[in-house]
Nanobody, 116 residues
Framework: QVQLVESGGGLVQAGGSLRLSCAAS????????MGWYRQAPGNQRELVAV???????NYADSVKGRFTISRDNAKNTVYLQMNSLKPEDTAVYYC??????????WGQGTQVTVSS
């Protein structure tokens, strides 16, 4: 049973930083695409960043240059380092992993709130 557990969210002032963690269990994740998505009230869930294999990454234009996704395969953990946070980054952030056959797994989400 695949499980994803996010942590590291919280309240931060604009310009500050947070690091989110996603601990995965229940399968082998090293070669699986893993990503971070976010959903603000009234908005659709959107991709923030994804990491494929050992290092290929992709970012939403709105976070390029501010956020960095990384993974530690020994710990089955994916991170999202968020710097220069803006109020518009406020959302619930979800960890995601994809498996063949269009299987998607999600964590429970962690709230990030950026005050102006």
């Amino acid at each position: 049973q695949v499980q994803l557990v996010e942590s590291g969210g919280g309240l931060v002032q604009a310009g500050g930083s947070l690091r989110l963690s996603c601990a995965a269990s229940g399968s082998t994740f090293r070669f699986r695409p893993m990503g971070w998505y976010r959903q603000a009230p009234g908005n659709q869930r959107e991709l923030v960043a994804v990491i494929i294999g050992d290092g290929v990454t992709n970012y939403a234009d709105s976070v390029k240059g501010r956020f960095t996704i990384s993974r530690d395969n020994a710990k089955n953990t994916v991170y999202l380092q968020m710097n220069s946070l803006k109020p518009e980054d406020t959302a619930v952030y979800y960890c995601n992993v994809k498996f063949p056959g269009n299987q998607n797994y999600w964590g429970q989400g962690t709230q990030v709130t950026v005050s102006s």
